[in-house]
């Protein structure tokens, strides 16, 4: 049977940095050596997201017509793309 964190391990074992989430700090957090403990939660860290200029921010509201919708349908649809993208990952 496969290993809960397989892929995370093979992605470890090529580089990428590990992060496990404390229960104690309600965070993410670095872990240098992973137990792989299958009652953890772990992740590859992820990459620091870059601020937009105002051009990207106008084409973006432009693309997804947003001038012409209230700041909750807004939020709602930009929280569903992150949640989409991490699914991805």
Avoid: C, T
């Amino acid at each position: 049977m496969k290993h809960k964190h397989a892929e995370l391990i093979h992605a470890w074992a090529d580089g990428a940095e590990i992060q496990i989430f404390s229960k104690l700090f309600k965070e993410w957090r670095f872990i240098s050596e992973p137990d792989w403990n299958k009652d953890y939660q772990f992740r590859i860290k992820p990459e620091p997201m870059r601020e937009l200029s105002d051009e990207e921010v106008d084409k973006i509201l432009k693309q997804h017509d947003w001038y012409n919708k209230s700041w909750v349908d807004m939020v709602r649809s930009i929280e569903s793309a992150i949640l989409k993208k991490a699914k991805e990952k």
